[in-house]
């Protein structure tokens, strides 16, 4: 095996400037760098990544704590992570937290423990001790998909000091709801997420908006949670059924909530769009396998995956920066579960 030694005289340089060239640890000169290059490309040679965490005090690790990783919208927040992460010469280490508070905090933990050099989490919906153990041990980190705040002592909201990935929620709710409005919809539903959510009350805020701009009032028993689960969602769906006056038209609020509100109206045989028109946020691949083909809200999840890694790389090269928050708009496709006939797929941003 080639050596650090063999390195050095292959490029006639010494073997402190192959380290600093190999860990960025001091600057170096463009050619004196490509030749140092040149010749590990040359004889094939491994850094050794323990030796080289002991000089940096880095791993060149990341991890990933996210909850329901089967869901097909974190798998693709997933491969953006990964793919971001390993064209940075970045390695994954990946734990789900199963959305428990308690969980989290000790997954987090340990991935800390593995001396990654930062952390991505989509945080649960009380993350306290989470936030806790990332402010008293100072660990890099950004919150993916789901936004943090913290309670000002004016009783306000705002941030707290941790960069934030997520895409818009509001905006592309309230789209679903004002285009089953304008086609002549007059009882909405929401099955809602997981309640302490940030996803699930922005995207409720988004509903109440889309109604108000379509002229409609807002009715409190037309909103249920599901839970962010398709179980959750199947139960909510069937509590909207049995209302008096039922909704004619549904807005789900990730893609699990809307196999469960299918299996619902599929108990009671009723179809969509016929006996209920259905709008859902969050597409996924076979969204448009089905009959009727889903109209839906995609987001752009691997973009979010992969834009989380670099603003946790801009954290670690400038540890005091101003905390940011990033959203990423959302695009609607328009299919035909919502009642409109079948037209050539368009995404538009919202």
Known sequence: MPTMADVARSAGVSVATVSHVLNGTR?????????????????GYTPNGLARSLVTSRTRSIGLAVSAISNPYFTEILQGVESSALEHGYSLLIADPHDDPAHERKVVQLLHERRVDG??????????????????????????????????????????GFDQVCAENAEPTAALVTHLASLGHRRIGLVAGLPGLSTTSERINGYRHGLAAA???????????????????????????????????????????????????????????????L???????????FSPRLTAVAQPGRELG??????LLDRLAAPDRPARTLRLPCTFVHRTSCGCPARPEKGTDT
Request: proline content about 7%; hydrophobic content about 45%; glycine content about 4%.
């Open 215 to 277: 002229g409609l009032p807002h009715d409190e028993r037309l909103v249920v949670h599901g839970d962010s689960s398709a179980d959750g969602a199947e139960r909510a769906t069937a509590s909207l059924l049995s209302l008096a006056v039922p909704p004619t038209a549904l807005v789900t609020a990730n893609n699990a909530m809307t196999i469960g509100a299918l299996r619902a109206l599929r108990e009671r045989d009723l179809s969509v769009p016929g006996d209920m028109a």
């Open 306 to 311: 992969a834009r989380a890694v670099r603003v």
């Open 27 to 43: 600057p170096v000169l463009p050619h004196t760098r490509q030749a140092v290059l040149d010749a590990v490309e040359e004889l």
């Open 119 to 160: 952390v991505i989490v989509a945080p649960s919906a009380q993350p306290r001790e989470l936030v806790a153990y990332l402010t008293r041990h100072a660990v890099p980190a950004v919150f993916l998909d789901r936004l943090v705040h913290a309670a000002a002592d004016d009783g306000e909201r705002e941030a707290p």
């Open 279 to 289: 709008c859902c946020f969050d597409d996924f691949d076979w969204a448009d396998l």
